[in-house]
């Protein structure tokens, strides 16, 4: 099972990106994709999250009303669009799940403690 994130990139303060998180080898189907960012020096950070079972979603208080996360199970990929980027959103950002089922408010809120299967990270920078 693998998980692969792309889509980074520098972006001036203001601005708009998506970064997408694909998953693959997934027999039985993910259950669900969780975001994550560490910068340098700091711990990783719960982002957002999206459950596969409803579609339910949760955002960290620190994006809520700027992120939005979205999935297109066709194409097994989760989106994460960032809008009204600040500096502080510079990080690296990580998808992630797990072979059971988790409850999204959990995995945000405890920064992913838990969480089996990890994505490589892609770079976000946010500066002018």
């Known amino acids: 099972v693998q998980l692969q994130a792309s889509g980074g990139g520098l972006v001036q303060p203001g601005g708009s990106l998506r970064v997408s998180c694909q998953a693959s080898?997934?027999?039985?189907?993910?259950?669900?994709i969780a975001w994550f960012r560490q910068a340098p020096g700091k711990e990783r950070e719960g982002v957002a999250c999206?459950?596969?079972?409803?579609?339910?979603?949760f955002y960290a208080d620190s994006v809520k009303g700027r992120f939005a996360v979205s999935r297109d199970d066709a194409k097994n990929t989760v989106y994460l669009q960032m809008n009204n980027l600040k500096p502080e959103d510079t990080a690296r950002y990580f998808c992630?799940?797990?072979?059971?089922?988790?409850?999204?408010?959990?995995?945000?809120?405890?920064?992913?403690?838990?969480?089996?299967?990890w994505g490589q990270g892609t770079q976000v920078t946010v500066s002018s």
């Open positions: 992630a799940t797990d072979n059971s089922p988790f409850p999204c408010v959990v995995v945000v809120n405890s920064a992913g403690a838990g969480l089996d299967i």
């Open positions: 080898g997934f027999r039985h189907g993910y259950k669900g």
């Open positions: 999206i459950e596969t079972s409803d579609g339910r979603t």
